[in-house]
């Protein structure tokens, strides 16, 4: 296998002494940063650009791999701690990780997430060893009717998974889909729903809507229930660490979730956030406590969290095989390449293999790192809980103004994060999902134009969306998600009928 | 709390320490340049490569780089107008996908509020088809959008971008109806990119940059660049030399805000043009590929001005602005 060879070769650069310090440096920035909402790897990457154009290519290509691994253990540590997810990644990890944080088990969710987005590294790492020249064919294949079948999968699972009733979280995901309407259409040019205001051209900012959502709201419906009654927090209720059943219960979903964000990952506008919900829907399903879910399912946090971290190294095989940033994170590198005059594409792999093979190498190392780096932190973390409400909440909202206004500074973007924070109480105090809101805004908009490009380029034959057998496939899943449940429901009453 | 904000200060550290050591003394110029986009696209780098070379060279004291996103600049306009008003110490990076966004988003700030200073690097438009399309050159594409302009579906970036603009001035000049381009935006050079490899679109216009390591692997076929002539270190023909009368290029430039002193005017303008003839900026140019398209000062100004009446009658001709 030359695969091997080349990946040896690889690891003899990576573990030269300066490429470990670079990777370290790079784990630690980006755990950093990923913790803050709003400062994303991205920005890191582009405020490092012009400071490493005196370094060796190599190693600060090696740093910005470890930046991008970094940022997603950040932000689901911020996710599962304070539910104040860093990127929209790891919002689906704030959903039981949340609560099995409030209900003591930070430990265990920190750690399941922790070695569950170790294991899906390794294991897409490796993947992106053997088959990123043969997946990207298949990518590059994927066409906007498939992107859009690939949607609407998403848009039935995640609406039916999400709250007690499918009404609910019907109505939570068009909340969101009509926000999604916001801003400059892409396909025309033409600004909708902006009313003039600038900062709203480009739509309604994904971080914005879902730190107001999350953690703004959560910050006021704790304090309106302060005088009602007091929720007690413990920090630690039973094990620190994970135990046995609770290794039992996570290691299918690490699995599960890496095969889901690994290939979707690696799709050119496949990104983070259909898998890790797709994830999450999944074991939902799949669980043997589905009471669990909604009070903190281990589940839960171990399958986004894989899923993840997988597409993290998917998005890698396009941006090594053609040259195509599939996420910001992965612009950024693509121009970190070509300040060195390197041009990653089908060319790269013959022109500068030590580079290619030295960088999948230190992914490897700055994964194990990670590692290394988060489970002894795990105690320190979860002390933060121990922070008397007030102040812990005070100190979450203060965090989510300062990341947000980092991101995008200007007065607009804090009056939607005030306007999104009542939202989201009031959607808490009246027993609505919160997470369909952001899954609509951010999946609605790729819906509608993947939609508008397959009518388009079909030239507006409507049978497009049927003719490519992987949307086909697609479509009839989606609609057998959507029927099913209601015929098992007829069933059952008919059942009970009988009796 | 504490511990967050511990490691958030180690990152600080970090990055401060690294950045201490580009920093070099001398010069009295403290600059602020806004790149109205996201970090990682054209405007952003351009704002960057400023930075690193007006430092390293010793033209400024200090530039820091701001990124206000959004509506292909209009979000950083507005910001850089509102709040940069007399400030001699600002720039804002632009270029021509800022005049076409301007028109078609009815911006209330236009670029008239703004000071012009100089128009620093072009880079032409590339039209490719994949490897196996029967298209072989500029003259059946024009022969193919004449037949049907509908049929070909063109792939490029945001609607009333300088791709796009390219696209229908193509099919201007071949002679087919310019409102009648299928023309497909894509967010992003990537999806575009994948859309054109994969065979779904005829033909992908964009900055030759985005193809060129697809192109030199042989999987995209260069049909034409926008270019008046062939350009030294591209392998392929200008549109022109086809007989097809279509050039166009993507330039980029920087503007002060309005209001600002005849002094202060002069101070960026100098401080542009030292930056032009300096080592560290002539290397960013060989090693980013852009074109040097240096115009300073009233030159550019009328150049600017000049462009945004020609770029409103194009938008008019395809549709995209109404008045």
Sequence with gaps: MDAFISLANGLTIAIQPMNLLFALVGVLLGTAVGVLPGIGPALTVALLLPITFKLDPGGSIIMFAGIYYGGMYGGSTTAILINTPGESASMATALEGNKMAKAGRGGPALATSAIGSFVAGTIATIGLTFLAPFLVELAIQFGPEDYFALMCVAFVTVSATFGDSPVRGLTSLFIGLALGLVGIDILTGQSRLAYGVPELFDGIEVTTLAVG????????????????????????????????????????????????????????????????????????????????????????????????????????????????????????????????????????????????WGLIASLFIANAMLLVLNLPLVGLWVRLLAIPQPWLYAGILVFATMGTIAANPSPVELMMLSAFGVLGFLMRRFDYPIAPVVVGLILGPIAESQLRRALSISLGDPMVLVQSPFSAILLLIALVALILPFFLKGMGRFKAAED | ????????????????????????????????????????????????????????????????????????????????????????????????????????????????????????????????????????????????????????????GSAGGVDHIAAALFAKEVGADPTKINYIPFSGGGEALAAILGGKVTVGISGYGEFESQIKAGKLRLIGLTSATKLPNIDGQSLKDQGINLEIANWRAVVAPPGITAEQKKALVDAMDKLNKSKEWTEILKAKGWDDAYLSGDAFAKFLAEDQVRTKEVLMSVGLVKS
């Excluded at chain 2, 107008?81 to 700030?109: I, R």
């Design chain 1, 213 to 356: 959502l999350f953690a703004v709201g959560e910050a006021l419906y704790v304090a309106s229930r302060r005088h009602i009654h007091e929720e007690k927090l413990e920090p630690v209720r039973g094990s620190l660490w994970m135990t046995k059943q609770d290794w039992k219960r996570s290691w299918k979903p690490w699995l599960r979730g890496t095969a889901l964000g690994f290939p979707i990952g690696a799709l050119p506008a496949g990104g983070a956030e259909i898998p890790t919900f797709l994830s999450y829907s999944t074991e939902k399903k799949l669980t043997k406590h589905p009471e669990e879910f909604g009070h903190g399912a281990i589940e839960g946090v171990a399958g986004p969290e894989a899923a993840n971290n997988a597409s993290a190294a998917g998005t890698l095989v396009p941006l090594l095989t053609l040259g195509l940033p599939t996420s910001a994170t992965a612009a950024m590198m693509l121009a970190g390449f070509q300040q060195y005059g390197l041009n990653p594409g089908p060319l790269l792999f013959a022109e500068r293999p030590d580079l290619v």
């Design chain 2, 1 to 156: 709390m504490i511990h967050t904000r511990k490691s958030l200060w180690r990152g600080a550290i970090a990055v401060a320490a690294v950045a201490g050591f580009v920093t070099s003394a001398a010069a009295q110029m403290e600059l602020k340049i806004m790149a109205p986009a996201a970090p990682g696209g054209g405007w952003d780098q351009t704002a960057r490569s400023m930075q690193q070379a007006l430092t390293q060279s010793g033209i400024a004291k200090s530039a820091q780089v701001v990124n206000v996103p959004g509506a292909g600049g209009s979000v950083g306009i507005a910001q850089f107008v509102n709040s940069g008003k007399g400030d001699g110490n600002q720039l804002m990076v632009m270029g021509y996908v800022m005049v076409g966004a301007l028109l078609t988003n009815k911006s209330p700030v236009t670029l008239d509020q703004t000071t012009p200073i100089a128009r620093l690097t072009a880079e032409y438009e590339a039209l490719v088809v994949p490897a196996d399309s029967p298209i072989k050159n500029a003259k059946d594409l024009a022969a193919a959008v004449k037949a049907d302009p509908a049929k070909v579906t063109w792939a490029g």
